[in-house]
């Protein structure tokens, strides 16, 4: 079963408080390596892996902004702080002897390659896992857009994203004890109940292009493998 993975490529958003794990901020090496670790699981099974990765951990461009800093400038911060999840995650899944590249879709000749959907899409093939760093390179944005079009972009066959919750609920279930699990959900069923799944850019950018995404738990140990070989985890927005 292991050997016949149902997606042969995917699209893996990890906010950037996915790495935050029990530490008040920045980056935990733990988390990292647990990550890196299940990822090279897919590699193992012949999973073409694309990642974008938040920034949250570190910069919020509207939490800034919130604060009086201009938001365009709060949003290239946050970008920043993508670029640095990204050498994080590099650094842990090389270590792991996982073959990795980090593009951005801001120039930093000397720390990260630009964005190149044709080479991006060349070395996946090859084998290499991909980390899409900088969002979408535009304020306004989110990385969970940025995760939506990269996947679009690199003919995914889902994006997978990762959360602290075992998928998509009626309402916070850390606040309401009466909140429902949903397993499957239609985009305009997100748009409509205004799940804040994702933010509706990402919503109706998947919706128009038919992108499957699939929301779960990553803290749960096994649960992205499980996905790949069909597993029902999380929710499945289609
Ligand atoms: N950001 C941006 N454009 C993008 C992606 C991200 O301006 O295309 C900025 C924005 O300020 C955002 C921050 O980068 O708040 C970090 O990204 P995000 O909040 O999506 O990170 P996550 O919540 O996934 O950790």
Known sequence: KEKNPNYKRILLKLSGEALMGEE?????????????????????????????????????????????????????MGMLATVMNALAMRDALERANIRTRVMSAITMTGIVEPYDRRRA?????????????????????????????????????????????DGVYSSDPMKDPSAMKYDTLGYDEVLEKQLGVMDLTAICLTRDHSMPIRVFNMSKPGALVNIIVGGNEGTLIK
């Not at 899409?132 to 995914?156: H, K, Q, V």
Request: contains cysteine; glycine residues 16%; aromatic residues 6%.
């Open 24 to 76: 008040p901020f920045g980056i935990d090496p733990k988390i990292l390596n647990r990550i890196a670790l299940e990822i090279g699981q897919l590699r193992g099974i012949g999973v073409e892996v694309g990642i974008v990765i938040g920034g949250g951990n570190l910069f919020r461009g509207q939490a800034l902004s919130q604060a009086g800093m201009d938001r365009v400038t709060g949003d290239h």
């Open 121 to 165: 899409m060349r070395l996946l093939k090859e084998g290499e896992v991909m980390i899409f760093s900088a969002g979408t390179g535009n304020p306004f944005f989110t990385t969970d857009s940025a995760a939506c079009l990269r996947g679009i972009e690199i003919d995914a066959d889902v994006v997978l994203k990762a959360t602290k919750v």
